[in-house]
C-alpha cells in the first residue's frame, strides 16, 4: 500500500542542516528535472512574489527561495507543518510506525515531485499552479515534474494507493489498474446533507493517516481492508463512512462522515 499526502502551505524552515542534495532525494531519476524546476523556481523568485502568482504578502518566502540552494535541510515530515501533518503526528513517528511511514507515504511536491517523509528538503514557496520561466511552453512545476514521476512511482508496482491529496498534485501521478486507487473524501452532515469541510478535511486525513501507520493491525492492501482499518475510527473521530463502488477506471472514493 502506498499512502500519497499533499504538502502543506505551512512550513518550518529548519534552523540548521546540509544544504540540498537533489541526487540525494528518493527516486534519484528525477534529479534532472528537479533541478529544472528549481533553476526555474530560483529565477522567478528574484522578481517578487507575483512572479509566482503571490500576494505583496509573501514577499519574504518568495525572497528566501532565491537562498534555497544555500538553506539548510531537515526531513520533510518536519518541514511541512500544516494542519494535516499535525493530525498525522508524522514528524514524531517511533518504531513500527516510523518503518511503516519510510515505506509507505509518499508526499507531493510542487517542485520536487513525491517525497518520502525522511527526504532532507529547505522550505520553499511555490504555488502549483504558478507558470515559470524555463519550463516547456512556460508551463507549471506539476507539468513538467508529471512524466518523470508517473514513471517512477507507476514503478512501485503498488496494489492499493490511499490518496489524500488535493486536485493540482493529483496531475503527478494518476495510478493506473490493476493498482486499486482510493481517494479520501471528508464530509459533515448539515441539515442533513454531507458538506465538504477543507479545514476539517485536512484534520480527518491527517488522524487517518496517523491511525493507519500506528494501529496495531497490517497495512491494508485492499479497498476493502482499508474500509475495515478507517472504520475503527467510527465512534470516536468520525460519525460514519462508506467505500464507493467502482465505476470505471478512475479512483473509488473511500468517504469519511464527521460528526454533525
Known amino acids: 500500500m502506498l499512502l500519497l499526502l499533499p504538502p502543506s502551505e505551512g512550513k518550518t524552515a529548519p534552523a540548521s542542516g546540509r544544504p540540498l542534495d537533489l541526487s540525494g532525494l528518493s527516486h534519484p531519476e528525477l534529479t534532472e528535472q528537479r533541478r529544472r524546476v528549481l533553476t526555474a523556481l530560483l529565477a522567478a523568485s528574484e522578481s517578487g512574489p507575483g512572479a509566482l502568482g503571490l500576494p505583496a504578502s509573501m514577499a519574504g518566502p518568495v525572497a528566501a527561495n532565491v537562498s ?50 525522511a527526504d532532507a528538503i529547505p522550505a520553499y514557496r511555490l504555488p502549483p499552479t504558478a507558470k515559470l520561466p524555463g519550463l516547456p511552453g512556460g508551463g507549471t512545476s506539476i507539468a513538467a515534474l508529471a512524466p518523470p514521476t508517473s514513471a517512477a512511482m507507476s514503478a512501485e508496482e503498488p496494489g492499493l494507493v490511499v490518496d489524500c491529496r488535493s486536485g493540482p498534485y493529483i496531475r503527478l501521478w494518476r495510478p493506473r489498474p490493476p493498482t ?52 475503527e475510527l467510527v465512534g470516536t473521530v468520525l460519525a460514519g463512512l462508506r467505500l464507493e463502488p467502482a465505476t470505471g477506471p478512475g479512483p473509488r472514493v473511500l468517504e469519511l462522515t464527521l460528526p454533525a
Do not use: N
Not at 507543518?81 to 507531493?108: E, K, M, N, P
Open 180 to 231: 486499486e486507487w482510493v481517494c479520501v473524501r471528508v464530509v459533515q452532515l448539515r441539515d442533513g446533507v454531507p458538506t465538504v469541510v477543507s479545514h476539517d478535511a485536512k484534520h480527518t486525513r491527517g488522524l487517518l493517516t496517523g491511525h493507519l501507520l500506528t494501529r496495531a493491525g497490517r497495512m491494508p492492501r485492499t479497498a476493502e481492508q482499508l474500509l475495515g482499518a478507517a472504520g
Open 68 to 117: 534555497l540552494l544555500e538553506a539548510p535541510t531537515a526531513p520533510a515530515a518536519r518541514v511541512y507543518t500544516g494542519v494535516l501533518y499535525a493530525a498525522s503526528g508524522l514528524a514524531d513517528l517511533t518504531g513500527t510506525a516510523r518503518s511503516r511511514a519510510s515505506r509507505h507515504v509518499w508526499i507531493a511536491s510542487a517542485l520536487f515531485g513525491m517525497l518520502t517523509p
